[in-house]
């Protein structure tokens, strides 16, 4: 176990890690297999009806990660999650009773209340517990779990499906309430109390807490576009890779899968090696790079009318995400206050998940107006300039991380 860092061995670390792959699991199977099944085929209704309550899961995951960080950084995480993951497994038990789109909506909805305070606790929960030297390496082992889980999801629960419907949801929903006995049973630290002489409580004084907050957010707000930009630029691309796949490159959905496996593959093995380089040498040239990294190689994708040429060039995208991830999260964490963590963390991702709804809108309309390649240059352009961008900004966390070493 030398090759990890000691902090993720502890029993709340790796059991955070283990509660977000498997809510990730739950998620994917649900999102990329269950609901556009169960939607079309079942239920007879069009993708626009299943897009909706897609769309409804995410908004409510998004918009509640902010209050749920904050109310992570009160009471903490042990029952925040657990409560939480019985309200997503009641809404698995709605979606596999629904007979119509408001029902299916409905379910995905309460599934993403449900789903809320997953990320801000986990990450607050893993960043609080490394030291400043593993910052960005304890990222990458968060996004291992969430690129294993999350993959693994749609995979596994097709095997599932072709025994019925009704033994899928079952699983989903047992591993639901697996994760939130796994919370309940974890011991995290004990909360720090907030010096009331210095800052509100969210219970004592919540509009004076939250014009604190404003105030820290408005400290770190050049590094919003980032974070929306990050997303969004995958977002983009999240509704054309498959129809891309099919109709320019001609590939069967075997060989698409098979080409997940390698790009996915390669990020997931390059995340630890170069969370420990961002660690060593500084978040900035991994970050700028990666940007860059990734833009051209997107440029590159589309140039490539085969099969292995295209997967050599999008694992090289893999291994610019590789470079982005951890160096940019350990910048975020390092501009935040630690005694706000959680609800920081909730504002980041919230404006994130404004990328992730804004970016397949604005992808799918570029491939019907000008060409499927189109998604791939705005993407690519969107990161590029990004990259440049972010050699010459001074980011707090940036600085925050020089002052360390």
Known sequence: MKWLPANLLRSHVAGSLLILMTVEFVRGALILSLLPTIGVTELGLTPAAVGLAISAHYFFDNILRSPMGAIADHIGSKYLLAGSLIIAAVGLLVVAQADGGLDLAA?????????????PSVIST???????????????????????????????????????????????IILLLAAGVTAILLHYPKIEPVSHATQATLWSHPLRYLHELMEQVKEVRILFPGMFVQTFAIGVMIPVLTPYARVVLHISPQWQSLGLVIVGGVTVLLLPLMGKWVDHVGARPFLSGGFLLTSGTLVLFTLQHRFWPAIGALSLTGLAYAMVLPSWNSVLDRSIDSTRRGAMWGVFMTVEGLGTAAGPVVGGR??????????????????????????????PGLRSRQAVT
């Open 107 to 119: 379910g995905a909805a309460l599934i993403g209340v449900g789903t809320s305070p997953l990320w």
């Open 126 to 172: 893993v960043t609080a517990s490394a030291g400043e030297k593993d910052k960005a390496s304890a990222m990458g082992y968060v996004y291992i779990a969430w690129l294993i889980g999350g993959g693994a999801g749609p995979v596994i629960i097709n095997f599932v499906l072709a025994a019925s419907f009704r033994d899928a949801f079952l699983v989903l």
């Open 366 to 395: 570029l491939w019907d107006a000008v060409s499927p390649q189109a998604p791939f240059w705005l993407s690519a352009g969107v990161v590029g300039f990004m990259g440049l961008l972010y050699i010459f900004l001074r980011i």
